[in-house]
């Protein structure tokens, strides 16, 4: 379960609602500088062939995942890969890919390995397979300095996603998506929503 678990953490957010077409909530991403490539280089032209496939892919996935890769041979291959939720149309997920696409690039200039989240999706690419691969970091936690009752809110949290995760890597072909509702306070309350990629199996 816990390359799922990862994810549905990595996903783990306040539902919110949203219009059809609305361009995406930016969350956070993160592309190390320790591995670059260099302008023009043949990783750089696999980069582009890649993510154009993937933002193509969105506009008819139905289970909002896929992956992909561009270039023949390491060191030069791309691999990348996209989660949208499944709950929104997909219009809504494919200017999710769209908009990462073009962001990924602007934010993470020159990077070999990059991910960006949003409320929406994920979009993340390598120079490495990381295809049914379990990855522990990055691992964004976005903390609202607001909530009324901290500690009780991470017991709160921690149980609820484990909840959430466990019934989403249990979830049979297709969507692997669950969502559950907790009480903080009883004047705050808890949305919880967990999402795995579909090519894991219950035991991963
Ligand atoms: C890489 O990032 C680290 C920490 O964020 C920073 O200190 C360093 O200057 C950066 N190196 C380059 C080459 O940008
Ligand atoms: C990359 O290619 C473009 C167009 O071919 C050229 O204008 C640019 O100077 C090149 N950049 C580098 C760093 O070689
Ligand atoms: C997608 O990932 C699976 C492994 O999870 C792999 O077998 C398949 O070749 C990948 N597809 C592409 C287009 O890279
Ligand atoms: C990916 O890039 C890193 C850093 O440049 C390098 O150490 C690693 O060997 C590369 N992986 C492959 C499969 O080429
Ligand atoms: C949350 O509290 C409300 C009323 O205070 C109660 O009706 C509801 O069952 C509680 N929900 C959960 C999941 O415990």
């Known amino acids: 379960m816990n390359s799922c678990l990862t994810i549905c953490l990595a996903l783990s957010f306040f539902i919110k609602i949203f219009g059809t077409g609305a361009a995406p909530n930016y969350i956070y991403h993160d592309c190390p500088n320790t591995s670059l490539f260099s302008p023009n280089s043949t990783y750089h032209s696999n980069l582009h062939t890649l993510l154009s496939s993937l933002s193509s892919a969105a506009t008819h996935s139905t289970d909002g995942f896929a992956n992909a890769t561009a270039g023949q041979n390491p060191p030069d291959r791309a691999y990348g890969l996209f989660l949208c939720r499944s709950d929104l149309d997909i219009a809504t997920r494919s200017i999710c890919v769209a908009t990462g696409k073009q962001e990924i690039l602007r934010r993470c200039p020159n990077r070999r390995v990059s991910v960006i989240w949003y409320d929406e999706c994920m979009l993340r690419y390598s120079n490495q397979s990381i295809f049914s691969v379990m990855e522990q970091s990055p691992s964004p936690l976005l903390y609202d300095e607001n909530v009324m009752d901290p500690i009780r809110f991470m017991q709160v949290l921690l149980e609820t996603l484990n909840n959430v995760a466990v019934r989403a890597s249990a979830g049979g072909s297709g969507k692997k998506v669950a969502v559950a509702e907790a009480n903080i306070t009883s ?17 991963d």
């Open 187 to 203: 004047m705050q309350k808890l949305y919880a929503l967990a999402q795995c990629t579909p090519d894991l199996t219950a035991s």
